[in-house]
């Protein structure tokens, strides 16, 4: 009679104890994981400190001090909430302040997931997957993260956006603009919607997201509806240079808000749509050509190497070398600016970069639940990016083209005494 009992219970005493041996791995991870943190982010406060241990006030008092520690919060990780304590830097020094880079203000997620969501939901992963999809990383018992918080989530972006998309913008002077039209499938929507977007770049060289907004098809009234947009908010100063690919619509709108704005296509794009119109079997040495064009030395190197190619394939790619030639005078404007900028002038690549993954869309059935929804998600991947974004190299130099001196072939040109 014991037998039978003993068989009964000893399954389900090996699974209690895998429980068990499981929770406590877990809980071991855990714990390990909360201490590095609260370690790494002690040892970078005190890396701080003592990297100006030597600023001192008239008194001879350190202006950079240790004051405690500013109350705990949860981090939500991948293996669950992480209580942290940040130290306290008091920092006396005028316009400095400490910020952790390891724990930024108000976070309470990693900054991996706020990336995340709207990446896989741009990959076309439904609000009802998103749970299924984030298991494998956040792990079984994070919390925050079912269908109806994520859809939480969405709404507080969408408010995020039309907020940001008020705010006011009188204090702001972009000296270069960056503009380009992001394209996503809609799934209950035919139409394939066509987000707006601008990056700009201060004029201490910082670059910031400027505008995002659902437009129709690249179109002149849509890009003149944003531009004036950001005109009424305070942005009357023209920027110096505006960057884009061949969309006819920006450019027109571009003329007439900001006529005293230059041009400058896009090399990527370019590249791309010459490409398009060779055969494979050309296009890695045509590739090698369109390179030696726009990373020649001067204007004068730029333009032999333009002649160059299209000596050798007009006769037998007429559409290829049409394409090129339509846009020389405006794929050549960086040489009037300094060469340190010409990287980043030369391509949308703020943009581009941001959407590197979730940008190429084929089959309707898979793309997004809603234009709204996209804008939100777009909107978020972008301000996480922000962060990300390399200031222009030769940043002092932004001074001297705000105040008009001379750059030929990249060099300034000195003015002579009179």
Not at 169 to 186: E, Q, T
Not at 226 to 237: A, C, S, V, W
Not at 338 to 356: G, K, Q, V
Request: one cysteine or more; a positive charge.
């Amino acid at each position: 009679m014991n037998t039978p009992a003993t068989a009964q219970t000893s399954e389900p005493t090996d699974f209690n104890a895998s429980q068990v041996c499981r929770s406590l791995l877990e809980t071991t991870l855990r714990n390990g994981a909360q201490q590095m943190l609260q370690q790494a982010i002690e040892a970078e406060v005190a890396d701080y400190l003592h990297q100006h241990r030597d600023q001192l006030d008239e008194q001879g008092r350190r202006l950079v001090v240790g004051n405690g520690h500013l109350p705990a919060r949860q981090i939500q990780t991948g293996l669950g909430s992480l209580e942290v304590r940040q130290p306290r830097v008091h920092d006396k020094r005028a316009d400095h302040q400490f910020t952790s880079a390891i724990l930024p203000p108000y976070l309470r997620r990693v900054a991996a997931l706020d990336n995340l969501i709207p990446a896989l939901y741009l990959k076309g992963v439904s609000m009802a997957q998103m749970s299924h999809a984030l298991k494998p990383i956040l792990g079984e018992k994070a919390d925050g993260m079912s269908p109806t918080n994520i859809q939480r989530l969405l709404g507080q972006w969408q408010a995020d956006h039309r907020q940001w998309e008020q705010r006011d913008l009188s204090d702001r002077h972009y000296v270069y603009l960056w503009a380009d039209g992001i394209y996503f499938n809609v799934r209950l929507n035919s139409e394939r919607p066509c987000l707006l977007v601008i990056v700009g770049a201060r004029a201490d060289g910082v670059k910031e997201l400027v505008a995002v907004i659902d437009g129709q098809r690249e179109s002149k009234l849509s890009w003149q509806e944003l531009l004036r947009d950001l005109k009424r908010r305070g942005l009357t100063r023209p920027p110096k240079v505006a960057v884009g690919d061949g969309a006819l619509g920006f450019w027109a709108a571009l003329e007439e808000e900001y006529p005293d704005t230059r041009g400058q296509r896009c090399w990527v794009h370019k590249t791309a749509n010459v490409l398009d119109k060779l055969p494979k079997s050309v296009q890695i040495s045509a590739k090698k050509g369109l390179h030696d064009i726009y990373l020649a030395p001067t204007r004068k190197a730029a333009n032999q190497a333009w002649k160059d190619f299209l000596e050798l394939y007009e006769r037998k790619y007429p559409k290829a070398c049409q394409c090129l030639a339509k846009d020389q005078e405006a794929l050549f404007t960086f040489y009037d600016f300094p060469a340190e900028h010409w990287t980043h002038l030369r391509t949308t690549n703020p943009i581009e970069s941001s959407f590197a993954t979730v940008r190429h869309r084929t089959r309707q059935t898979k793309g997004n639940g809603s234009r709204l929804a996209t804008l939100a998600m777009v909107f978020q991947l972008l301000r996480q990016a922000e962060g990300k974004w390399r200031k222009l190299n030769g940043s002092r130099q932004l001074d001297k083209i705000i105040a008009g001196v001379l750059f030929i072939d990249g060099d300034e040109q000195k003015q002579q005494a009179a």
